[in-house]
């Protein structure tokens, strides 16, 4: 189900209160010329998936937490903050989740430049 | 009293793996568990990104080395989804039959270290581990290798089972039916054992729900879902498959769920033994396969050993796109710092090692 | 003292009236004597290691020597050969002082407890109470050595040692009471005379558990290991000790399984009595029969928690100790 993300946060709210309390993963694809986050979600109850994707604008990224009704989100969260660049907002811990790395840009992204060892193997 | 903050790790014997744990304790209770990822992150899903289909499997592999196989299944039936290949009838039970060996084996892993975090020595650990070694002599038999299998084709399987597979297998699962009797006996017998394990690390179902762990951690709360039971693969349906529920949601449940969940796996594979139909179970040969990717984007479960194992993947014709893992033990690590709060500082591996955790797994 | 007792035992025939001759046979008698019980210490931590090997299915140590009865050898020599390092935010003077006030305190206690029944380089009026004393003092140190390494483990370590000393030197001490009530006697040697005809293992059972669960306590060994829990606290108060002072500990880890087990045969089974071996042999194999039961424990429990332990000292341990010293008091008093 493709939603903005001004709705975003009233789906989120419609999505608890009908059962999907379970979150199956947060992730996100970029497309290159928009960057799509896939939130999944279970309701145990009758076993039903739903999947919010939201289109977001490479020069605008940022999503809100949703930590306040799934806390399996966080995690996620901070994944994607480390491996795509997306800011989420309205969350506490700002410690990064995997450890340090000096290099630049986001691995995940698909303009995230290779190293040149790494080239010359392929 | 003050908050001491000790650091546990990244080397340390009972974090089965490198993971780093900033505990802050009062005293003996622990106020705060921050754990620190990363020092195994590979970048597997980016590697799958400039590698063709194929090439894929063993990476996979590496990311759950208690359970290579399981990991191996789950990538390839994404792959086989995204290019909407069949899986032979007899390969869906070899598979089963294997994926539950495999299930097995790492299961045995969680009770040998389970008396390890206790402070037991090592002597459930080389019991359980003896046990092990019996399984993967028996994959090694059905796969030409002890440890790194990829085994899986699409479509079916590189090797075919060997004539007198079947008769060892099931020797084998006698044997070890007795002997878990045994080994559960000789921890649940012992009341410092249950001492140290009920009623520790507490689980709620609510919270277990809303941290989103899974698999045993999941079920010993009582939680009804496991992927075998409610989003059926393969032939667990024709094989009546039933999931294991506990409600204390503490270690013990969680120790207990595995040990129910060894049983019901020998079960499945003496049921897949009798109904296995005769034929094929070789897959598609790697330079038989057309690049042909029909769906855009696949979403695979699987019911690994540790948890529920979810691939999201955007398939492009030759390559994913993008392939997103859902690990298990990611999630069920992230759990940790809730379950531990208020515990004991000595509990906090007992906790640590119920979870079932593999690091690499988790780092991806 | 020491030389009286000395003189004592000798008999007229050997005794001196020069006290340099007296003391200089003392010091060959300890020496000697020091030396065959850390030949049986050694030992022990050869047997330690094959049955716990035979229980978890290994082959155990069988490459340095035969059955690899030297590999507890090389490992001390090479402990031995290793840096002494102690760590930067120690207290370098105690930290290095520690160990070897402990293997002192060892040596006194291997002395104290006589291995040749007839041959004692201390028999004094008091020399059951005088084991009991020093063997109180070496927790002490234990905290000491976990205090000034300066390490947080050890410090968690040596919270949790005041714990344990808390729950099990009060009832070990109670029912170590009730056997002086018993024989009427403070002395090692009256001790074992009482218990010619019947063990006090017999006459009192419930002091006789209560003791052996106390001395595993004091021994640090499981199901009380906690002080160097190595699943939570890498090794407790031995994390930052390395080297000669770690070989020390080891050596000292050892001798206490084996005068734990001498202790216990001597208390409460009987000590030297028995027939038709010599005296020596009797209490060796008393002391190694209990020593290897411990080691079985060790290899098939799991550790207890600090707050069990102290419900178990005060829920358990201590009322049945006094009940146990009423009884002693009551029926043999």
């Not at chain 2, 208690?66 to 032979?88: Q, R």
């Not at chain 2, 206790?118 to 994959?139: Q, V, Y």
């Not at chain 2, 951690?217 to 059926?232: F, H, M």
């Not at chain 3, 056997?179 to 074992?192: G, P």
Request: proline residues 4%; aromatic residues 10%.
């Amino acid at each position: 189900m493709k939603i903005e993300r001004n709705k975003f946060a009233d789906s989120i709210f419609e999505m608890h209160e009908k059962g999907f309390t379970y979150l199956v993963k947060i992730t996100a694809v970029d497309y290159q010329k928009y960057l799509e986050m896939v939130y999944i979600f279970r309701n145990l109850e009758s076993i039903e998936e739903n999947t919010l994707e939201i289109d977001l604008d490479p020069s605008d990224l940022w999503m809100p937490s949703i930590t306040n009704y799934y806390k399996a989100a966080d995690w996620y969260e901070r994944e994607l903050q480390e491996m795509f660049g997306v800011e989420i907002k309205g969350r506490n811990a700002k410690r990064l989740l995997l450890e340090k790395w000096d290099g630049k840009g986001f691995p995940l992204r698909k303009n995230f430049e290779w190293n040149k060892q790494y080239e010359t193997m392929e | 009293m003050s908050i001491t903050r000790i650091n546990i790790g990244p080397i340390h014997p009972s974090t089965h793996g490198v993971c780093r744990l900033v505990v802050d304790v009062d005293g003996d209770t622990i106020v705060k568990v921050e754990p620190h990822i990363g020092f195994l992150h590979r970048g597997v899903e980016k590697l799958v990104e400039n590698r063709m289909y194929m090439q894929c499997p063993p990476y996979m592999e590496k990311l759950d080395y208690v359970a290579p196989m399981s990991m191996d299944d789950l990538y390839v039936g994404a792959v086989e989804a995204a290019l909407g290949v069949e899986v032979k009838e007899r390969a869906k039970y070899v598979r089963v039959i294997l994926l539950e060996l495999q299930r097995l084996a790492s299961h045995l892993f969680l009770i040998g270290s389970v008396g390890n975090d206790l402070g037991l020595m090592f002597t459930m650990f080389m019991w359980a581990f003896k046990d092990r070694d019996l399984i993967l002599k028996l994959l090694e038999e059905a796969t030409g290798q002890r440890m790194f299998y990829v085994n899986m084709r699409l479509g079916g399987l590189v090797n075919t089972l060997p004539k007198d597979f079947e008769e060892h297998t099931i020797d084998t699962l006698e044997g070890l039916e007795k002997r878990l009797k045994k080994y559960q006996a000789f921890l649940e017998k012992n009341p410092i054992f249950i001492e140290r394990m009920k009623g520790v690390g507490v689980l709620k179902k609510e919270d277990a729900i809303d941290l989103g762990v899974t698999g045993p951690v999941l079920r010993a709360s009582g939680v009804r879902y496991d992927v075998r039971k409610n989003n059926p693969y393969y032939v667990y349906r024709e094989l009546n498959f039933s999931e294991k529920v506990l409600y204390d949601g503490d270690n013990l449940a969680r120790f207990r769920v595995r040990i129910l969940e060894m049983y019901e796996s020998m079960r499945l594979i003496r049921a897949a033994f009798e109904k296995m139909p005769e034929g094929d179970e070789k897959g598609m040969p790697i330079r038989l396969i057309t690049p042909k990717a029909k769906n855009r984007i696949v979403v695979v479960n699987r019911e690994v050993p540790r948890g529920e194992g979810l691939i999201y993947m955007v398939a492009d014709p030759e390559k994913a796109y993008r392939l997103s893992i859902r690990a298990p033990s990611f999630i069920n690590l992230a759990a940790l710092e809730h379950i531990t709060k208020g515990a004991r500082i000595a509990d906090l591996f007992a906790i640590f090692g119920s979870l079932d955790l593999v690091m690499a797994d988790v780092d991806r | 003292m020491l030389i009286g007792s000395l003189e004592g035992i000798m008999g007229n025939g050997l005794s001196s009236h020069n006290p340099l001759v007296m003391l200089l046979f003392v010091v060959i008698y300890a020496v000697g004597v020091l030396i065959i019980m850390s030949a049986f210490a050694y030992v022990f931590g050869w047997i330690e290691r094959k049955i716990i090997a035979k229980i978890q299915l290994r082959h155990g140590p069988n490459q340095v020597g035969k059955y690899g009865i030297l590999q507890n050898l090389a490992d001390i020599v090479k402990l031995i050969s290793k840096e002494k390092a102690v760590p930067s935010n120690a207290d370098r003077s105690l930290f290095i002082l520690a160990p070897q006030l402990m293997l002192s305190l060892m040596v006194f206690l291997i002395l104290l407890v006589p291995i040749f029944p007839s041959l004692q380089v201390a028999n004094f009026g008091l020399s059951m109470l005088a084991i009991f004393v020093l063997l109180g003092f070496s927790p002490l140190i234990l905290f000491v050595i976990a205090f000034s390494s300066g390490n947080k483990f050890a410090d968690l370590s040596a919270q949790r040692s005041v714990l344990m000393l808390m729950s099990y030197e009060i009832p070990m001490i109670i029912t170590v009471a009730s056997v002086f009530l018993v024989s009427n006697s403070y002395n090692i040697q009256s001790i074992v005379a009482m218990q010619s005809k019947t063990w006090f293992a017999i006459m009192l059972p419930i002091g006789f558990i209560v003791f052996f669960i106390a001395m595993l306590a004091e021994l640090e060994r499981p199901p009380f290991d906690l002080m160097e829990a190595d699943s939570e606290l890498i090794a407790g108060w031995l994390t930052d000790v390395s080297a000669p002072y770690y070989a020390i500990a080891l050596f000292i880890d050892y001798t206490r399984m084996f005068l734990g087990g001498l202790l216990i045969s001597i208390l409460f089974l009987g000590g030297w009595n028995g027939p038709i071996l010599p005296p020596t042999v009797w209490l060796i194999v008393k002391a190694f029969v209990i020593a290897i039961f411990i080691i079985i424990i060790r290899a098939s429990t799991v550790r207890m928690r600090i707050d069990r332990v102290l419900r178990l000292g005060w829920v358990w341990l201590i009322p049945l100790a006094l009940i146990n010293l009423v009884m002693a008091y009551v029926l043999f008093g």
